[in-house]
């Protein structure tokens, strides 16, 4: 199986920082990564899909990028509500694994 | 837009079967693919397996390795509901499960999302 190594798991930012998640893949996976926020009693959201491309809808803020097989998204402006769970998710190859998690606390 | 929503029982007993279903509104069930993913009480999130709506052909399915013996997928186009079935369900089963569409064209991602179930093995 692919494994996706996320960092870090924890995050504690103020409203207006820019932050940035990192999700490294155990072997090449070209640009097959996706990433989503996960909110308590919300649909999950995508925010990021082939590593660089912004979902339909979501904001600008929102930025992901590659190198080699590491991958990161970035958030500017940090809002109140950006408070949530951040999953990296590699569609390469089956099984189609998720990193563990990023849980961002916004101070 | 289309919206998911996933229903089924909270509470089952170890050994038994989850059946799970996932009620699609607001854009056709075929032609699509379709996904369910789980995440446990640790916040881990897995891929359950995925299955393809197809209006002239046999469905696709996709399984997770690991689970392929004890999870199977269907898709009912006349109600507008995919279905999953976990047999012989442990404690390690105790999730919340989401469905999701997923999105394909060079590349895949799952854009569309229910709000998810609990499910809790116990006895």
């Known amino acids: 199986d692919i494994q996706l190594t996320q960092s870090p798991s924890f995050l504690s930012a103020s409203v207006g920082d820019r932050i940035a998640i990192t999700c490294r893949a155990s072997q090449g996976i070209l640009y097959h990564l996706a990433w989503y926020r996960l909110k308590p009693g919300e649909a999950p959201r995508l925010l990021i899909r082939a590593a660089s491309t912004l979902q339909s809808g979501v904001p600008s803020r929102f930025s992901g990028s590659k190198s080699g097989t590491e991958f990161t998204l970035t958030i500017n402006s940090l809002l109140p509500e950006d408070s949530a769970t951040y999953y990296c998710q590699q569609l390469h190859g089956n099984p189609y694994t998720f990193g563990k998690g990023t849980r961002l606390e916004i101070k | 837009q289309v919206q998911l929503q996933e229903s089924g029982p909270g509470l089952l007993e170890p050994s038994e079967t989850l059946s799970l279903t996932c009620s699609v509104s607001?854009?056709?069930?075929?032609?699509?693919?379709w996904t369910w993913i789980r995440q446990s009480p640790g916040k881990d999130l897995e891929w359950l397996g995925s299955?393809?709506?197809?209006?002239?052909?046999?469905?696709?399915?996709d399984h997770n390795p690991s689970l392929r013996r004890r999870v199977s997928l269907s898709v009912d186009t006349t109600k507008s509901r995919i279905s999953l079935e976990v047999t012989s369900v442990t404690t390690a089963d105790t999730a919340v499960y989401f469905c999701a569409r997923e999105g394909r064209n060079d590349y895949r991602y799952l854009d569309v999302w229910g709000k998810g179930i609990s499910v809790t093995v116990s006895s």
């Open positions: 299955i393809y709506s197809s209006l002239y052909y046999e469905n696709t399915i």
């Open positions: 607001g854009g056709s069930i075929t032609s699509a693919y």
